[in-house]
């Protein structure tokens, strides 16, 4: 590869998504020509991979601390983890060639924190995590997002969103970093209690998140070190999903997140969470 | 005429080396493939799960697989009769190859039959330039072919040489056995003379319709929809191809290479 990028590529015969025939060149090659759109967001990120070595379909694993082996140019972001009691050498995507070394670790799930390593303890974004229990349907889900926008509009918050590439959905708020996470995780909680006073489906609290039919705004995961799953990533899911920024005006009943995946993202046109961390707002209500 | 988009990409390696030689005149050359066969080969899959299948020989007797080396070739007399040869005795009678091209005779290249060209190769120098240069020289400003023969991977075929847009060019030419005489066909014993008004009118139709011979207004329609087929089934749809690994990886080269450019804006 010469002088395009540091990273040797191994195995891109291996079959990484068994169902529709995917080889981990395909991943590579889908994270290169996404690149250009997820780097912006992945900056100064602290990155947990989940990596699928033997396809997407087998048991992955979580990989917080930095491999073995791990090339000298990948950026790392030490600290000192309080649950692991040593000193954690977290990864940074700052590059192409990061992003690409992760892709041929098969690493096909990207998360980041809430937060950056300049202010770690900070989060510059707020999230709110739409997480929906069976026999919920997806458009039980848009209707709680949607309804999530209509109250976030009122107060004069700019919220953006993304599917989850699973079956939820992601509403997220960047914010000045003026906060701790106890402060975002409350804005968020508040939320959840405020709606769900008013609906059937809506629970605010964790230990209803498990009921039948229940839909969860999942406050905890605003928590310093925990992480979301990244704009554009892969999901290690059958139909090779991809967790995918949209515009409000597109959520409509009827929509399924797997219309969004390795082979239809690349071809949206715009990117909808464009110019999402140049807005960042004050928590406070006008 | 010249349509360079429209030609085949050469080879890089070639499949045969030796000389030509013309009584005790040796001319060195290398021989490259001049003929790239177009056409779309589909490999056979399971239905069930998408993966190659392989040939295996099976014994018509008790259907079991039978290994290469329990093989021996039979020529078929009769119906179901064979005679055995070994390898031994094959190998025996087979030609060498020496590593040459026999050229004993110039004709005119016009005066050999189409029907007698099977397939051209390129002959290209090694090491010895002016003596391909002299010959190549020489065959274009005489309007020659030189008629020989060479031996092939075990094969021995009657060849001719000549000159090519700069280039030495060797065909290889069918035997006289292997090219049925027309005249035989008994369809074609019957035919009569046509009148002469038929053949003033035929005669300006062709007249109307003369042209230059151009290949290159003939396309692959086929192909052609082909290519399209696979390219809309790439886009949407399962992909079990077994590319090979080094087209892989040209594949990403390309990707990085917009990549790089998109971000470098």
Redesign the interface.
């Known amino acids: ?1 010469g002088e ?2 540091k990273v040797s ?1 191994t195995n ?2 291996k079959i990484i998504y068994p169902e ?4 981990k ?1 395909r991943v ?2 889908y994270y ?2 996404i ?2 759109r997820m ?1 912006g967001f992945l900056k100064d990120r602290v990155i947990v991979m989940n990596r699928y070595p033997d396809g997407a379909d087998k048991d992955g694993f979580y990989e917080k601390d930095a491999p073995a082996g791990i090339p000298a140019w990948v950026e790392t972001f030490n600290r000192y983890s309080q649950t692991a009691r040593r000193d954690i050498n977290h990864i940074v995507c700052n590059n ?1 060639d990061t992003l ?1 070394w992760m892709a041929n670790l098969a690493a096909l799930e990207i998360n980041t924190t809430l937060s950056t390593i300049d202010n770690y303890d900070t989060p510059d974004l707020v999230f709110f995590d739409i997480d929906p229990e069976p026999p919920c349907s997806f458009d039980d889900v848009i209707d709680m997002a949607l309804l999530l926008k209509e109250k976030l509009d009122e107060l004069n918050f700019r919220s953006y969103i993304k599917t989850s590439g699973k079956k939820g959905l992601h509403v997220v708020l960047p914010v000045i970093k003026s906060y701790n996470f106890k402060q975002t995780r409350e804005f968020v909680h508040q939320f959840g209690k405020f709606m769900a006073r008013g609906s059937d489906i809506i629970v605010s609290e964790f230990r209803n998140s498990r009921d039948p039919g229940t839909i969860f705004i999942d406050y905890l995961q605003n928590i310093r070190g925990k992480t979301m799953i990244a704009p554009y990533s892969l999901r290690a899911q059958v139909r090779a999903t991809v967790s995918t920024p949209l515009e409000w005006k597109e959520l409509k009943k009827g929509l399924r997140p797997e219309e969004f995946n390795i ?1 239809t993202v690349l071809k949206r046109k715009n990117d909808p969470w464009e110019g999402l961390l140049e807005n960042k707002q004050s928590l406070e209500v006008k | 005429m010249e349509n360079d988009q429209d030609t085949a990409k050469p080879s890089s390696r070639p499949i045969w080396s030796g000389s030509i030689t013309i009584g005790l005149v040796n001319v060195p050359v290398k021989l490259y493939t001049m003929i790239r066969d177009q056409a779309f080969s589909f490999r056979l899959l399971h239905n069930a799960d ?1 993966q190659p299948l392989k040939y295996e020989r099976v014994c018509i007797r008790d259907n079991k697989v039978v290994d290469w080396k329990d093989t021996v070739k039979g020529y078929e007399i009769r119906k179901n009769e064979f005679i055995v040869f070994k390898k031994e005795e094959l190998d025996a009678i087979r030609p060498g190859s020496d590593q040459r091209i026999r050229l004993d005779k110039f004709i005119s290249l016009l005066s050999i039959d189409p029907v007698y060209f099977e397939k051209s190769y390129i002959l290209v120098p090694d090491k010895s330039l002016d003596a391909y240069s002299l010959l190549m020289t020489v065959f274009r400003q005489e309007g020659k072919a030189g008629m020989g023969k060479v031996t092939m991977r075990t094969k021995e075929y009657p060849v001719v040489v000549y000159e090519y847009r700069g280039a030495l060019i060797l065909t290889t030419l069918r035997y006289s056995n292997e090219v049925i005489n027309p005249g035989d066909m008994e369809d074609l014993t019957k035919l009569k003379k046509p009148s002469e008004k038929e053949m003033e009118l035929a005669v300006k139709i062709i007249k109307e319709l003369s042209g230059e011979f151009n290949i290159t207004e003939y396309r692959d329609g086929y192909r052609e929809k082909m290519e399209k087929l696979i390219e809309t089934k790439m ?2 749809e ?3 191809a077994e590319v090979p ?1 080094k087209e ?2 040209k ?3 390309v ?6 450019k ?2 470098g804006k």
């Open positions: 590869m395009l990028t590529f891109l015969d529709l025939g995917l080889k060149s590579i090659k290169i020509e690149a250009p780097l192409l690409i082979f | 998408g886009k949407g399962v992909i079990v690994k892989e990886v594949e990403l080269m990707a990085l290479q917009e990549t790089i998109q971000l």
